[in-house]
């Protein structure tokens, strides 16, 4: 009977260890996902530009609209992504809500060195 048991209880934890452990693989960025770095880069990128259009329109963006989306174009295509890329990345890093925060925190670091000069 114990070995019974025993044998039971060993099955289930093997079944529930082969069920938990593929989702410790759920943290890493799959290959269509943009990195960390990349990411940060592309959000630096894009506050700076988002800043400029704020500041040359008193935020009324809708008066440049057709600009705004050729200097988006311009964007993606300096970093060599699409906006698909993008869109499919930033849908993942809000899933991980601890590297998106991550992300975020070091580009508000970025601008407020760069405020403080």
């Not at 500041?55 to 600009?67: I, K, M, Q, S």
């Not at 050729?70 to 499919?88: K, N, V």
Request: aromatic share 16%; hydrophobic share 40%.
């Amino acid at each position: 009977m114990k070995r019974l048991f025993r044998y039971i209880t060993l099955s289930v934890l093997c079944v529930v260890g082969a069920t938990l452990l593929p989702s410790c693989d759920d943290d890493r960025i799959p290959s269509d996902v943009m990195d960390e770095a990349a990411m940060t880069a592309f959000f630096k990128d894009a506050y700076t530009l988002e800043g400029f259009y704020a500041v040359e329109t008193g935020f009324r963006y809708d008066t440049l609209y057709p600009e705004m989306a050729a200097s988006y174009d311009s964007l993606f295509a300096r970093h060599g992504i699409t906006a698909e890329d993008f869109e499919r990345s930033v849908k993942w890093y809000v899933r991980h809500g601890d590297r998106y925060e991550r992300i975020h925190k070091e580009v508000v670091h970025y601008f407020d060195s760069v405020v403080n000069l």
